[in-house]
């Protein structure tokens, strides 16, 4: 900053100067205040320029536009967290009775945190081609206020 105001004044000055000797060589019949007047008109105008070129930098800062930083959406809470299940979990079992939709319990193990907190009156164990499996059934969990998390 000091450095600018520097070559500005440097500036004003030998704008002055060449201005003297301009003056200096001119005829001998101009009074001294007609040099004086021309040259308070000179530097004037230099101190005229200088405001003019300040104000134009300011507008410049002006118009700069921040693009706004975008707040990262929070974490839900834990109490909604809890009631929402991991979608891979949920399998479709064919069985004697039908297709049924379970979340597996050994995925519900091993991908979600609150297994202990599931209503016990949705568990199930359905028999199937492969053997007996065990899980959550997902329409007694959506009775209860569970839904499937979106990845």
Known sequence: MTLRIHRQFIGTIAAAAI???GFSAAPARAGDDEVAAALAALLGLAVVGAVIHEKKKDKKKRHT?????????KP????VNRKLLPQHCLRSFHTEQGNRRLFGQ??????????????YRCHREVYTHRGWRQ?????????HGFQLARH
């Open 135 to 143: 899980g959550y059934s997902a329409r007694c969990l959506s009775r």
């Open 65 to 73: 536009v921040h693009t706004p930083v975008h707040p990262k959406p």
């Open 19 to 21: 201005a003297i000797t």
């Open 106 to 119: 050994r995925c519900l193990h091993k991908h979600y945190r609150h297994v202990d907190s599931l209503p």
């Open 76 to 79: 839900l809470p834990k109490r």
